[in-house]
């Protein structure tokens, strides 16, 4: 089993930066290799993509609407995913969600069916 928690959520005015955290642990988090993703679900509206990473970290995937503003990146060391968000909009209001996956080589996955473990979201809420 895989345990996922987020931290990092929070108010920020239009153009502001934050950095999302995810934590994994779990036994089997450890001994195999894990591709990860963010999503993100506004009220009303459906999960989405946001970004995903290799198991490696040597790979990375982009939604349109977050390119160029947002960075995700991994430390395996520290069992731990990140998500920089920069210049960031009031429409990158949302729930932002970690997942992970168990890795099939480096490829990414971009829907949320693909990963089957969650966290339980951390708020960001972007003011204008």
């Known amino acids: 089993q895989v345990q996922l928690v987020e931290s990092g959520g929070g108010l920020v005015q239009a153009g502001g930066s934050l950095r999302l955290s995810c934590a994994a642990s779990?036994?089997?988090?450890?001994?195999?290799?894990?591709?990860m993703g963010w999503f993100r679900q506004a009220p009303g509206k459906e999960r989405e993509f946001v970004a995903t990473?290799?198991?490696?970290?040597?790979?990375?995937y982009y939604a349109d609407s977050v390119k160029g503003r947002f960075t995700i990146s991994r430390d395996n060391a520290k069992n731990t995913v990140y998500l920089q968000m920069d210049s960031l909009k009031p429409e990158d209001t949302a729930v932002y969600y970690c997942a992970a996956r168990r890795a099939i080589g480096t490829a990414l996955r971009t829907r949320s069916d693909e990963y089957g473990y969650w966290g339980q979201g951390t708020q960001v809420t972007v003011s204008s």
């Open positions: 779990g036994r089997t988090f450890s001994t195999n290799a894990y591709t």
């Open positions: 990473i290799s198991w490696s970290g040597g790979s990375t």
